[in-house]
């Protein structure tokens, strides 16, 4: 369903035309068509659609959105309409829907129906005014601690329309508890979160309507295909059988390598020359690891009972129980924070756990909307690779596809999580001493680098043996310094077409010192 605008003109002293603004409509409508979508046009008051006039279309777009155009002039009331049948809803913008959708009971009603049912909801540049006057079930706004973009305070300003609309929309999207991510002026800007998708201006006209075909068929948005590539050299140095989920990896300062199998509860040991063997087993799954000073492992496990558990395992390979966490849901990512504490990411309760190796005590260290899932259905974990840098602790929400940067305290304790940088889907990461950072992208099947000025580089992919990747860290000895070795499952996850492959270890030469 398209829910447009009834609205023809600015109100106040100079009330002159406006409407939908077209391309946001048609080229939307167009894709949507071109894809099989059966599409329901519906407005406040039914009947065609106002256009504005400054986006009438060019005789080469009129002859292109001919459909489109034809669908305009006969909306549907918008009370007439029923979320039962419908997968997604559609708001395009232009300064029509700034008056008569804010306050819209049907269409807020409709929204609330959506949002319960997990239905996709999608708006761009003016469309999202839709949003404001939304709420949950218990009151709270939609659109609160949700990840969104739409015309900004900067565009408004820039085509001299900001003291003619009702409202900032950029401003009261913030007030509703929005995290509000704004581009550059005209920038093709679209950002995702879970079942909500919005883009910022006319120009992210043709990537929302990508973004929500990908929705509606159940297909990955397409967030790296503007990446620019580095390819860096790659050595597969450790095969395992198909159906291996190899999940993490902490490397020694001797330069073994023990890596977790989530699935089999394994963690296997490999040396600099290549000897691997299997060194630690528990009943149950085994997720994220850090090695102590003293050279024994702590993991992050899941027993047979379903008991969220933090072992201690020996250098003998001998397995003790030290902590279980019966609050705890799913226990995944570590790092050390300082003295005999490690934090613990728990990927479905949206927390992170601070752990006491000494005490074997452990208490939220951090809980917090943005380290949660958008979408409790969505198996994917939200908060689920977190390390240290620079007095701050970085996190990644896989599901939602964030990277969170959370400040530190000099005792250790978080300051309030910020969202570094969105539409990038990051399992584990690592950094190197010039403050890149190098995450594996798991289903995107690549490593990616990101810069300090959050420059995004693609620097190996499925060819270089990365299908199904899920974690990183950086070699430690004078060999291999500069070097990331990257574990995979093979694509389990989201199999390849040609069938899950082998997992594996690889290791791509960055040429830049781990940190």
């Known amino acids: 369903m398209i829910v447009t605008t009834s609205h023809d003109h600015f109100e106040g002293a100079n009330p002159h035309p406006t409407g939908v603004w077209l391309e946001e409509f048609a080229v939307p409508y167009m894709e949507l068509l071109h894809n099989g979508v059966e599409i329901t046009v519906a407005s ?75 239905k996709i909801i999608a708006a761009v540049c003016h469309g999202p005014v839709g949003l404001v006057g939304a709420t949950l079930s218990d009151g709270t706004p939609l659109v609160k601690d949700k990840v969104l973009t739409s015309y900004t305070n900067s565009e408004e300003i820039a085509v001299k329309l900001d003291k003619e609309v009702p409202f900032s929309l950029e401003e009261r999207l913030r007030d509703l508890g929005a995290i509000f991510i704004a581009h550059e002026d005209k920038a093709d800007h679209v950002e995702k979160d879970g079942k909500l998708i919005t883009g910022q201006n006319p120009n992210s006209s043709a990537s929302i309507a990508r973004a929500l075909v990908a929705a509606l068929n159940q297909q990955l948005p397409a967030i790296f295909e503007r990446t620019l590539e580095a390819i860096a050299p790659a050595q597969i140095v450790a095969e395992f059988p198909v159906n291996t989920f190899l999940e993490n990896l902490a490397i020694a300062p001797d330069g073994t390598i023990f890596i977790t199998s989530y699935e089999d509860g394994k963690v296997y040991r490999m040396t600099q020359t290549g000897e691997l063997t299997d060194f630690a087993k528990v009943e149950g799954n085994m997720a994220g690891i850090v090695i102590e000073p003293t050279g024994d492992l702590l993991v992050a496990a899941t027993l047979k009972g379903k008991e969220p558990t933090i072992c201690r395992i020996q250098p003998t390979g001998s397995v003790e129980r030290i902590l279980t966490l019966p609050e705890a849901i799913f226990l995944n990512g570590m790092t050390h924070l300082q003295g005999n504490l490690y934090l613990v990411a728990d990927s479905y309760k949206g927390a992170i756990w601070a752990v006491d190796a000494i005490s074997q005590t452990a208490r939220i260290w951090l809980e917090d909307p943005l380290l949660a899932r958008s979408d409790a259905s969505n198996p994917f974990p939200a908060v689920n690779g977190i390390k240290i840098y620079q007095n701050a602790l970085f996190a990644s929400n896989t599901q939602r596809q964030l990277l969170i940067r959370i400040p530190l305290t000099d005792d250790g304790a978080p300051g309030k999580p910020e969202v570094f940088l969105t539409n990038v889907n990051l399992d584990d990461f690592a950094f190197d001493n010039l403050g890149n950072l190098y995450g594996t992208t798991h289903v995107y099947n690549s490593v990616i680098r990101i810069s300090p000025t959050k420059e995004i580089t693609t620097i190996a992919k499925a060819e270089q043996g990365m299908t199904g990747n899920t974690a990183v860290a950086f070699g430690r000895t004078s ?30 030469e960055v040429g830049v010192q781990g940190e």
């Open 44 to 118: 406040p008051k039914g009947g065609s659609m106002p256009i504005d006039p400054r986006s009438l279309p060019t005789p080469e777009q009129d002859k292109a959105w001919q459909r489109a155009i034809a669908a305009s002039k006969q909306t549907t009331q918008l009370s007439k309409v029923s979320a039962t049948e419908f997968d997604a809803i559609f708001l395009p913008g232009g300064h029509g829907p700034m008056f008569d959708l804010p306050d819209n009971s049907d269409l807020q009603q409709l929204l609330r129906e959506f949002h319960d049912t997990g």
């Open 479 to 508: 060999n291999d310094n500069t070097s990331i070795y990257i574990t995979t499952n093979g694509g389990m996850s989201l199999p390849p077409s040609t069938g899950v492959e082998l997992a594996k270890v690889v290791r791509l």
